[in-house]
């Protein structure tokens, strides 16, 4: 038996469920269909179960996209205020933690639990562990075959995410649909990943894992200064997470360590105040002490402080604040938080998310060519793309 919808909403995660409600509630017979056992599974694990839900500053520039002013007209739209509005009339606690950041108090799950209510309250359909099967243009809309039978609708929204985590569910669905319907895709990599190093670097860094460090991370004219932790596989903190999404391989990355110290002027003040301090000691006041012997053995620097010229002071500085690095690649989807790339935004009406050339067809959240930096704006951008559809379906 086929059943009839306004719009069918594929994937159940922040896009699509923000879709869903808002079209439910504007009177719109919605299904959404998952293939997950659970709704908004990335949302649970989000912020260490704490879902950065939004930041206060997300706008544009802290995106990266084909077409950098795409993302303008949702984010204008949907701004972090009114997902904030909608958090408070559900009375879930919150705080910013830093940068604009905002978290739940308590747990991830409350706001899934928030989304849930909300579509209840828009009569929306759910149903889980549904795998999707072919979809194809009806006459008047889509069709979209399931395991116990075919839905159709005049409207088809993808949300279904991108390739990262493939462990939590995520299938790249929604590139096969685009190229399905003749869109482009763009090229996808994993993004907001940690780094790896080449065996010889990471044996040469080994006894710096589990090391955390305030830096500047920097990759051409782009620059994150937040913390860095050096682990066993490589590189990895919110500075090198951010980078990574700027990085391609073969490049090298800069490190500053301590980029607020005048590395240089402080170890001149030490050698001034006691010469005979060593190098790894005076270091070892502004980095972590086995950071600082790090440095200390890798540039044999042996004699005291008094002994070393300001040529010798200033090679140390650039060692530590001018690092150069290659990494070797990424740990790839198996642990980004996102995908980069993704539905040529050329192809989407930015107002509504609507493809161009395939009137009801929509693609929002992740899928789409829009990839937020750390720190809340991927959930904005899934929140922003995900009511804005919803208003124009
Ligand atoms: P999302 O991936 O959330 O949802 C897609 C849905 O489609 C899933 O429910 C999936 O099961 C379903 N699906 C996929 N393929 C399907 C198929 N073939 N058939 C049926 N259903 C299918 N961002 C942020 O702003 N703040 C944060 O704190 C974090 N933290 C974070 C931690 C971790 C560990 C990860 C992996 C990611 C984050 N993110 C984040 C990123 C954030 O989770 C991501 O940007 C959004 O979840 C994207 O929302 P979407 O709705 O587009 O996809």
Redesign the pocket.
Known sequence: MTRRYDVVV???????MMCALKAGQRGLRVLV????RA?????R???GGR????NLHAGPANYISGNRHFAKSALARYTPRDFLALVEKHRIAWHEKTLGQLFCDDSAKDIIRMLLAEMQAGDVELRLQ???GAVEKSEDGFRIALDGGVVEARALVV????K??PK????G?AYRIAEQFGLPVTETRPALVPLTLEPAMLEKLSALSGIAVEAEVRHGKTGFREALLFTHRGLSGPSILQISSYWREGDAITLSLEPDVDLFARLKQARRDNGRQAVQTALGEILPRRLAQFFAEDLRLTAPLADQSDRALQAISTAVQAWSLKPAGSEGYRT???TLGGVDVGALDSRSMQAKAVPGLYF????VDVT?WL????????WAS?HVCGEAL
Request: proline letters at 4%; one cysteine or more; aromatic letters at 8%.
């Open positions: 594929l994937g159940a995660g922040a896009a699509g269909l998952d293939h997950a709704p908004g599974e990335k949302i694990i989000s912020g879902c950065n839900f939004t549904q795998p999707v949300a279904t995410g991108g990262s985590i939590m569910g995520a299938t669905l980004a938080e996102v929002i959240g992740e899928c937020g720190g809340g704006y991927n959930f904005q951008w899934a995900g």
